[in-house]
C-alpha cells in the first residue's frame, strides 16, 4: 500500500508544485491583494481561458529563452508580473484600465512627475526588464525566433484584421461590455482586453474612411456658421480651463480647520457653483480641452488622446466656428506646446492666435512668461491670469470692432500639488479619518486659487463686463490613492461616477448663473446660445436645458468619427 501511495502522492505534488502551477496561484494571489487595495478583481483565472492560455504561452516562452539557472522559473515571471502590475498601478492612481496606446504618452508623463517617482519607476520597473533583457541566452537564437512567431502573428492580427480578434474574444470570451472597462477586464482578464481595445482601435481607424468627404463637411460648417450669424450679439467669450481645480468642500467625510475658500471667492459667486462631467478622472486634460473646446465626448476611439492625432488640418470646433463669425481666438497654455500634441491641435480647432510660455517656446512669438518656478514646479494661476489680463485689456483697445474668444489653460494645481513655503504657505488643515497628504496641500492650493480666481474675474468685469465667462476644471486630481480617497471620504456623497464631476462657474453679463445636467462637451453649446441671445437652443436641441435623461456618451460617435477622420487628415 505503501508503494502505491508513494507515486501517487509524488504526481500530485509534482502536478501542485510545479513552476507554471506556483506561477498560476502566485498572480492569482496577487490579482486579490490588489483588489483589496481598490484595483480590478480578476476573479478566477479559469473563468477566462484565453487569458490562461496567454498567460501559460507567455510565461513557457519566457523561461524556454532565458538563460538556465536556479532562479530561471522566477525571472521568467517577470514581463507578466510587471505587465500586470503597470495596469493595476495605473487603475489605482487614474480609476481607468490602460490601453496599449498610452505607452505613448510616457514621455509626457515623465514631464510632470516628481523625481521620487522616476526613481521608483527606474527602480521597480525599468531595472527588472533590463535584467531580464541581459538574462535572455541569445546564443540559442532558434526558441527566441519560433516562440516568438504566435506573438507577432498576433499582433498582425491586430493591426491588419482587427475585427477577427475581437469576434473570437466577444464570442468565446465572458462578455465585453462596451460601456465598461473595468467589467470587461473583469470578465475576460488584462492581457485579453490590452490586445482587444488595441484592435478595437485599429478597427475604429478604419471607420473613419466613410467620413472623410471634405467638401461635405465644410459645407455642413459653412451651413451652421450661416445659421449663428443671422443671430450674432458679437460679444466676447471667455473660458479658463482650470488644472485640477477641486473644491474640497465635495467631501461629505472631511473638515477644514479653516474654510478653503477665499472671502472674495464666494463673494462674488455665492452658492452659484455649478458642475460640469469630465470625460477623465486624475489625468489627461487634452481629454477635457477636447470636449470644451469641440462639442462631442472623447471617446478614446482611436487614439487614448484624441489631440494626439491631429494634424493641424481645420475640424472647425468651437474657436474655427467663432472665427467664421468674426471672432479672435486667442488660446493660451501655460506649460509646453510639446505636451499632448497641443500646438497642432490647437491649430486644428481654430485658434488663430496660440501662446504658450516663452521658456518652453523661445522661437514663438508670446506674450506669456513662466517667471520663477523653481519652488513649484508649475506657473501659479495668478501669474497667467494677470498676464493674460494685460494682453486681452491690449486686444481689445487695438481690436476695436472684432469680437475675442480668449481660452486659457492653467497648469498649476498639477500632482503633487508643491506650494510655495513663503508666498504661499499652508494656512489650514484637512481633518479625516483617512489622512491625504497631496488633498490636504490641495486644499490650501484651493484657497489660493480662488483668491486668484475673483481677483482675475472682477478685473475682467471692468474692462468687458458683458461678456461670457466660463471657468472649468478639466479633472479633478487623483490625490494620493486615486479613487480611494473620494470613496473613503465621500466625494459627492459616492454618487454613481462621482470623481468625474468638476466644479464649473458662468457669469453671463456680469451675473453668476446656474446651469444642471452639464457635461464638458456641452459647452460650446453653452457658448453658441449665448452668443446669439438664446437663438441657438430655440431652434436646436441644447441637451443641457433638457429635463429628460441625457443621452449616453456613445450615442455621439458618428459625430465623433466625423470630426476625428477630419483632424487626423
Known amino acids: 500500500m505503501k508503494n502505491l501511495k508513494s507515486p501517487l502522492m509524488n504526481t500530485f505534488f509534482r502536478v501542485l508544485l510545479n513552476r507554471y502551477s506556483l506561477f498560476i496561484f502566485g498572480l492569482y494571489l496577487y490579482t486579490k491583494i490588489i483588489a483589496a487595495q481598490g484595483g480590478i478583481d480578476a476573479g478566477s483565472f479559469f473563468w477566462h481561458w484565453i487569458e490562461l492560455f496567454f498567460l501559460l504561452y507567455f510565461y513557457s516562452y519566457f523561461y524556454l529563452i532565458l538563460k538556465p539557472g536556479k532562479w ?185 480647520s479653516k474654510n478653503p475658500v477665499h472671502p472674495s471667492f464666494t463673494k462674488l459667486f455665492g452658492d452659484k457653483t455649478n458642475l460640469s462631467r469630465a470625460p477623465v478622472f486624475g489625468g489627461s486634460t487634452a481629454q477635457a480641452e477636447f470636449e470644451v473646446l469641440c462639442g462631442v465626448p472623447a471617446l478614446a476611439k482611436l487614439s487614448s488622446i484624441e489631440f494626439n492625432i491631429f494634424t493641424g488640418s481645420s475640424v472647425y470646433c468651437l474657436p474655427g466656428v467663432l472665427n467664421n463669425l468674426g471672432y479672435h481666438s486667442i488660446a493660451s497654455n501655460a506649460y509646453k506646446p510639446n505636451f499632448f500634441n497641443a500646438k497642432p491641435a490647437y491649430k486644428g480647432v481654430g485658434f488663430s492666435d496660440i501662446n504658450f510660455p516663452k521658456e518652453y517656446s523661445a522661437t514663438d512669438k508670446t506674450y506669456i512668461s513662466t517667471g520663477d518656478v523653481s519652488q513649484e514646479d508649475y506657473m501659479f494661476d495668478k501669474e497667467l ?75 475682467l468685469l471692468k474692462i468687458d463686463k458683458n461678456s461670457l465667462i466660463i471657468l472649468v476644471s478639466d479633472h479633478v486630481p487623483p490625490l494620493r490613492n486615486g479613487p480611494n480617497t473620494y470613496r473613503a471620504l465621500k466625494y459627492m456623497g459616492n454618487i454613481e461616477n462621482d470623481y468625474y464631476y468638476n466644479p464649473l462657474l458662468l457669469i453671463e453679463n456680469g451675473r453668476s448663473v446656474n446651469v444642471k445636467n452639464i457635461r464638458h462637451f456641452d459647452l460650446p453649446d453653452i457658448v453658441y446660445n449665448y452668443v446669439t441671445d438664446g437663438a441657438y437652443c430655440r431652434k436646436g436641441s441644447c441637451e443641457f436645458l433638457s429635463k429628460d435623461p441625457l443621452p449616453d456618451r456613445w450615442s455621439y460617435t458618428n459625430e465623433y468619427y466625423l470630426l476625428m477622420a477630419h483632424a487626423s487628415e
Open 72 to 256: 530561471r522559473a522566477l525571472l521568467a515571471a517577470i514581463p507578466i508580473v510587471l505587465s500586470y502590475f503597470i495596469q493595476d498601478i495605473y487603475f489605482l492612481v487614474y480609476g481607468k484600465v490602460l490601453r496599449l496606446i498610452e505607452v505613448l504618452e510616457i514621455p509626457e508623463l515623465m514631464q510632470v512627475l516628481s523625481p521620487l517617482y522616476i526613481v521608483l519607476i527606474a527602480v521597480f520597473i525599468f531595472l527588472p526588464i533590463l535584467v531580464f533583457i541581459a538574462l535572455i541566452n541569445y546564443r540559442n537564437m532558434r526558441p527566441i525566433i519560433l516562440g516568438g512567431l504566435p506573438i507577432v502573428s498576433l499582433a498582425v492580427l491586430v493591426v491588419v484584421s482587427p475585427t477577427a480578434y475581437t469576434d473570437f474574444v466577444e464570442k468565446a470570451g465572458n462578455g465585453v461590455v462596451i460601456y465598461s472597462d473595468v467589467h470587461s477586464v473583469r470578465n475576460n482578464g488584462r492581457l485579453t482586453m490590452l490586445a482587444y481595445n488595441e484592435a478595437e482601435r485599429h478597427h475604429s481607424l478604419s471607420i473613419t474612411e466613410p467620413y472623410r468627404d471634405r467638401e461635405k463637411f465644410v459645407s455642413r460648417i459653412n451651413a451652421q456658421t450661416a445659421e449663428l450669424k443671422k443671430n450674432s450679439n458679437q460679444r466676447n467669450v471667455h473660458m479658463i480651463v482650470l488644472e485640477s481645480f477641486l473644491d474640497p468642500r465635495l467631501f461629505q467625510n472631511a473638515r477644514f
Open 385 to 459: 491670469l494677470n498676464q493674460n489680463l494685460a494682453y486681452v485689456e491690449k486686444t481689445l483697445k487695438e481690436d476695436k470692432g472684432t469680437p475675442l474668444f480668449n481660452y486659457v489653460m492653467t497648469i498649476y494645481g498639477h500632482t503633487p500639488h508643491i506650494l510655495h513655503p513663503e508666498l504661499r504657505p499652508e494656512i489650514l488643515d484637512v481633518i479625516s479619518d483617512y489622512p491625504d497628504d497631496h488633498l490636504q496641500r490641495a486644499s490650501n492650493q484651493f484657497y489660493y486659487r480662488t483668491q486668484a480666481i475673483a481677483e482675475y474675474v472682477n478685473k
